[in-house]
């Protein structure tokens, strides 16, 4: 960027204007004739004036130091040249709280606005750098020789002795090229794995749709089908109708004749009876000829009238069928979207789910009070048995007790000899012997 011409309404200066020319510019004045004022107006027209700034110990704050001194408010012009386009930056005040915050970026010699060129972005977008990297390497303020250290300078130093380039940094490209492998995949997130899930769903959306669509095209198919088994049923509907039509025709014509013979016979009658007055055997035959033809032209007549019904009623009939076959295009239609239908489902099977599972729990509790019953009793039934077998224990050590006297009795009467004797001891204590073992089992 190449400055052209500055104006400035800025501290000392009202409305003063500096050209600048080719090469390298140096400023020579005493003191107190607003080079560093110039200075300062230089970094607020590219970067604006710090209104967060505050006044410290013994320095104002930009927005107070460099106030006009004639009581006017903050403006400038700057002319300059960026590449290949001359262009005109004006700032100016708008509110005593934000000194030359309202910006201005025109074409030189034009009422036509630079784009994407903003009060925020001007002197980055122009020199390429931050306030912060301007300020501690291009702009030296009066007494401030000292550059501070800065997160922004520091980055461009780190660029130029990695890259040689001052605008590329390799931990910085480095630090991208990491983010940039997270985002498109870290353990099971990022974006790969985003769009694996994605195309997994579309995947599985477009084999829906194909099978829908196989499904549309088999009830296409299924529905042609039945247009052409109407269309069949309509012409043969329509050949009945002319089947019918034409024996209907046939038998009124018939019966026409028959009627028009009927009729030139009995006028023939009619006119020999007026002329013989009395008729012969001859006639009267012919006459009940007639007769038996008048009938049998009637059942004819009646048959034809039978044959009309019937046809009539198989016209019904393919009517029916074709009503029929209306109510199988409209069931086939229904079958279209059957995922709503099977969603109530789903629906009424995990309610009917939650409650078989209520159901079994309920009677898994009503079981467990059952066992639970059935087990004090059987505890019951154990404690009579134990009470029994005690009272039986008690018994049987009394027979014991008895058995050796009532042995020396029997054996004082002499009625048993010594083999008997020791027989029924030893039944004896095998009794007892088996008697104690079942106890001792039933215990």
């Given at each position: 960027m190449l400055i052209r011409r500055m104006t400035a309404t800025f501290g000392k200066l009202r409305e003063q204007t500096l050209e600048l020319r080719e090469g390298l510019n140096i400023l020579q004045a005493p003191n107190e004739t607003g080079k560093s004022t110039w200075c300062a107006f230089l970094l607020a027209m590219l970067y604006g004036v710090n209104t967060k700034e505050r006044d410290r110990a013994g320095v104002l704050a930009d927005k107070n130091r460099y106030a006009p001194w004639n009581g006017g408010s903050m403006s400038g012009r700057l002319d300059c040249r960026a590449g290949e386009d001359a262009l005109t930056l004006f700032r100016t005040t708008r509110r005593p709280a934000a000194p030359m915050g309202d910006f201005q970026a025109l074409y030189t010699g034009t009422a036509d606005p630079v784009p994407g060129l903003t009060g925020a972005s001007c002197g980055e977008s122009l020199l390429g750098v931050s306030r912060e990297v301007y300020a501690r390497s291009a702009f030296i303020r009066q007494g401030g020789m000292a550059v501070t250290q800065d997160s922004g300078l520091e980055r461009r130093i780190a660029a130029l002795v990695t890259s040689g380039e001052e605008d590329t940094s390799y931990t910085e490209a480095v630090e991208a090229l990491k983010k940039q492998l997270n985002r498109r995949r870290h353990n099971k997130t990022g974006q790969l794995p985003a769009l694996e899930a994605e195309l997994q769903e579309t995947e599985a959306q477009l084999a829906s749709q194909a099978e829908l669509a196989r499904q549309r095209e088999n009830l296409l198919a299924r529905s042609a089908e039945l247009e052409a088994r109407e269309s069949s049923l309509k012409e043969e509907l329509a050949g009945l109708d002319r089947w019918a039509e034409h024996r209907k025709r046939q038998d009124l014509q018939k019966v026409e004749d028959a009627a028009v013979q009927a009729e030139e016979k009995a006028a023939a009658f009619r006119r020999r009876l007026e002329e013989e007055q009395v008729p012969e055997n001859d006639v009267t035959v012919r006459l009940r000829?007639?007769?038996?033809?008048?009938?049998?032209?009637?059942?004819?007549?009646?048959?034809?009238?039978?044959?009309?019904?019937?046809?009539?009623?198989?016209?019904?009939?393919?009517?029916?069928?074709?009503?029929?076959?209306?109510?199988?295009?409209g069931e086939l239609e229904n079958r279209v979207g059957p995922l709503k239908t099977q969603s109530e489902k789903a629906q009424q099977f995990l309610i009917l789910s939650e409650e078989k599972k209520t159901l079994e729990l309920s009677l898994w509790l009503e079981r467990l009070e059952k066992l639970r019953q059935e087990l004090r009793s059987q505890e019951d039934k154990v404690l009579l048995c134990k009470n029994d077998r005690a009272a039986a224990q008690t018994r049987l050590e009394q027979l014991e007790e008895e058995l050796p006297d009532l042995c020396r009795r029997i054996d004082l009467t002499g009625l048993l000899t010594e083999e008997d004797r020791e027989e029924l001891l030893a039944l004896s204590r095998r009794f007892l012997t088996s008697w104690q073992a079942a106890g001792k089992r039933g215990g």
């Open positions: 000829g007639a007769i038996v033809n008048l009938n049998t032209v009637r059942k004819s007549a009646e048959k034809a009238q039978e044959a009309y019904d019937a046809a009539k009623s198989a016209l019904a009939q393919a009517e029916e069928n074709l009503v029929r076959l209306r109510d199988i295009m």
